[in-house]
């Protein structure tokens, strides 16, 4: 059972324009994190949203955790080449936090 | 910065041969993990270890075993390696319990034929 949903699996945009990504579940986490993963390296760490409706900025990367804490978004404003990658959420369950569910992923790819 | 070191970048084994993935970290953190990533299907948890000589398995542990014998050190084992464990190995470590950051390593692409 897939516990987080990402999407779209896929996304290939211009560059300056906008998108959003999202990640769904039916289970509800005590925290959830956003990598970014490039080619040929591991998930690097964006952002952790801790508490329901919390909405973090990182400069143009917009992250909102939802208000039941079963959902999140991430909105990049005027993507950029180098915002290119493979995106994943990853949601802590109440009791094991250091123990991780990732979604599938949202591979990026921002063309010039 | 945390640094997570895998042994290799890339290996080639043979079916039934014993395969030692290393992953090293050097700060100091408790929690250590072994995932592997396959298209389609995103990271899954093979196993992973919250202090020396103490282990859990994961989501996806058959055919696979680890070793925790120090802090900074977890090792991952395929006994007789197969077509189907044919990945990328990532690793991972964390400081304690919470909600702290997996830091990863590289990866490890490992293609058995």
């Known amino acids: 059972t897939q516990l987080l949903e990402q999407s779209p699996q896929f996304l290939s945009i211009q560059e300056g324009e906008n998108l959003t990504v999202y990640c769904n579940s039916s289970?509800?986490?005590?925290?959830l994190q956003w990598y970014r993963q490039e080619p040929g390296e591991g998930p690097v760490l964006l952002v952790t949203?801790?508490?329901?409706?919390e909405v973090k900025k990182l400069k143009r990367l917009t992250f909102q955790f939802g208000d039941a804490r079963k959902d999140s978004s991430l909105h990049i404003t005027a993507a950029q080449p180098g915002d290119t990658g493979l995106y994943l959420c990853?949601?802590?369950?109440?009791?094991?936090?250091?123990?991780?569910?990732f979604g599938k992923g949202t591979l990026l790819t921002v063309n010039p | 910065d945390v640094k997570v070191t895998q042994s290799s970048r890339y290996l080639v084994k043979r079916t039934g041969e014993k395969v030692f993935l290393e992953c090293v970290q050097d700060?100091?953190?408790?929690?250590m993990f072994w995932y592997r990533q396959d298209p389609g299907l995103g990271l899954r948890l093979i196993y992973f270890?919250?202090?020396?000589?103490?282990?859990e398995k994961g989501d996806i542990p058959e055919g696979y075993s680890v070793s925790r014998e120090k802090k900074e050190r977890f090792s991952l084992i395929l006994e007789s390696a197969s077509t189907n464990q044919t990945s990328m190995y990532l690793c991972?470590?964390?400081?304690?319990?919470?909600?702290?950051?997996?830091?990863f390593g590289p990866g490890t692409r490992l293609t058995v034929t």
């Open positions: 949203v801790v508490t329901g409706g």
């Open positions: 991972a470590s964390s400081l304690s319990q919470g909600f702290d950051e997996q830091y």
């Open positions: 289970s509800v986490f005590s925290s």
């Open positions: 700060m100091d953190h408790e929690n």
């Open positions: 990853a949601g802590a369950r109440g009791g094991s936090n250091y123990k991780l569910t």
């Open positions: 270890s919250y202090d020396v000589k103490m282990k």
